[in-house]
């Protein structure tokens, strides 16, 4: 019933292809030793954020190991900026941060964009600093 869905790739890029049903196997390999290493429900497992096509099985496994990634790009620079990363995500509290500090640069998930376009709080805010959502 699944082998057509498993046959399909995962991920093709110009030098390999994987299928899904490696692709779980990768990433629910990489999960046990991000647990071995100690990894909690909760935490927060930061990478580099290269141009990889193994990057999506970090940010499967590291799910299926109850923790979220903070993707850290060494080659975005921003004079004078701060990185900040939150224990959770609040939409109300990310809209009056943007105002109050005039905060130019952010990086979400779809899901974080999603609370923040949905948020009454991010519709009354002055959000007109922003220049890049990435």
């Known amino acids: 019933m699944f082998e057509p869905f498993l046959a399909n790739p ?4 110009s030098d390999s292809r ?3 049903s490696r692709g779980a196997g990768r ?6 030793v991000l647990r071995g290493l ?3 429900p909760e935490d927060r497992v930061a990478t ?16 299926w190991a109850g ?10 620079a921003v004079s ?17 941060a943007v105002e ?3 905060v130019t640069d952010v990086v979400l998930v779809p899901t974080m964009l999603q609370m923040l376009v949905d948020s009454p709080e991010a519709a009354r805010a002055d959000m007109s600093s922003l220049r890049r959502v990435l």
């Open 10 to 13: 995962l991920v093709a890029s």
């Open 18 to 20: 994987r299928v899904r």
């Open 27 to 32: 990433v629910a390999r990489l999960a046990a």
């Open 38 to 40: 100690g990894v909690q």
């Open 48 to 63: 580099l954020s290269a141009d990889s096509d193994t990057y999506h099985e970090l940010m499967l496994a590291a799910r």
């Open 67 to 76: 923790a979220a990634v903070v993707p850290v790009n060494t080659r975005w």
């Open 80 to 96: 004078g900026g701060t990185h900040v990363f939150p224990s959770r995500f609040d939409a109300a509290a990310m809209a009056r």
């Open 100 to 102: 109050r500090r005039r």
